[in-house]
């Protein structure tokens, strides 16, 4: 497990994921999303790990607690990285999905971890309050989440970079903040709501970031994706 930034690896085929990975002389840590996993399936995990790369499988499950754990224990054995959730599925459905993870993964192999999303960093405080009716604060929303999932044994959360000090005085050091909406400076947000460059990540106590277009949708992906890891300065 590293602290390099995790690619989001946001393509709809695998063709387009093989082209980008080509051009790296490098171990890299990369999420397949929904969008490449609902396409390709599992059989691009095997895939990619072959080429020695780590992989986040972001799949934010979110159901009753029996689906859930059955889903992970399914999970176990595809030899990911790491894998989330959605905290809002509740502590029952988060425990479940850790149980079926520890079931699942092959004697000898090691635990993928599991994170939970707190509120997307796609989410205003407006909309939340608006939409979601937790009339709170944004960032208390996000803490009550990450207690929530700490409490239900996960190993962190996802949640934005403006959150992560907060959550790391409440839950530890150890305990897990990735952060996406990651922009380097002057980037355009796009549907991102709550954004930092990779700087501010680091001091902010993240301790992984997602970073997707601002590498992808580059003009020179290899460049980007040193220029995050320098300004990250991850290993
Ligand atoms: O779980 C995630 O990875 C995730 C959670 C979240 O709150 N916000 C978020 O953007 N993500 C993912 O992080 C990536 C961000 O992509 P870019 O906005 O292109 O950097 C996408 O693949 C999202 O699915």
């Known amino acids: 497990m590293t602290d ?3 690619i989001a690896l946001d393509f709809p085929g695998e063709e387009d994921v093989f082209t980008f990975l080509e051009q790296y002389n490098e171990a890299l ?3 397949i999303g929904l969008e490449l996993f609902l396409q390709e399936g599992s059989s691009i995990i095997k895939k990619i790990k072959d080429l020695g790369h780590e992989i986040f499988l972001d799949l934010k499950l979110h159901d ?3 689906t859930v754990k059955s889903a992970m224990r399914g999970l176990a054995r595809l030899g990911v990285d790491m894998v989330n959730v959605h905290a809002a599925g509740g502590s029952e459905m988060m ?3 850790l149980e079926g993870l520890q079931e699942g993964t092959p004697v000898g192999k090691k635990r993928p971890l599991l994170i939970a ?3 997307l960093t796609s989410t ?3 909309e939340m309050q608006k939409e979601q009716k937790i009339m709170t604060t944004l960032e208390e929303s996000v803490l009550n989440y990450a207690l929530l999932t700490k409490d239900a044994g996960l190993d962190g959360v996802v949640c934005s970079v403006l959150e992560a ?3 790391e005085e409440a839950c530890g050091k150890e305990f897990l903040k990735v952060t996406p909406g990651i922009r380097l400076e002057g980037g355009e947000a796009h549907d991102q709501k709550r954004i930092a460059t990779p700087a501010v990540a680091r001091e902010k106590r993240s301790t992984h970031i997602v970073v997707g277009r601002a590498i992808t949708q580059s003009v020179n992906t290899v460049e980007s994706y040193h220029t995050v890891l320098e300004q990250w300065g991850g290993q």
Do not use: F, G, R, S
Request: net charge positive.
């Open 95 to 97: 425990k479940a999905a």
């Open 4 to 6: 390099k930034p995790i």
């Open 124 to 126: 205003t405080e407006e």
């Open 165 to 167: 000090k907060a959550i």
């Open 117 to 119: 999303v707190t509120q």
């Open 64 to 66: 009753i607690p029996n």
């Open 29 to 31: 840590y990369v999420k």
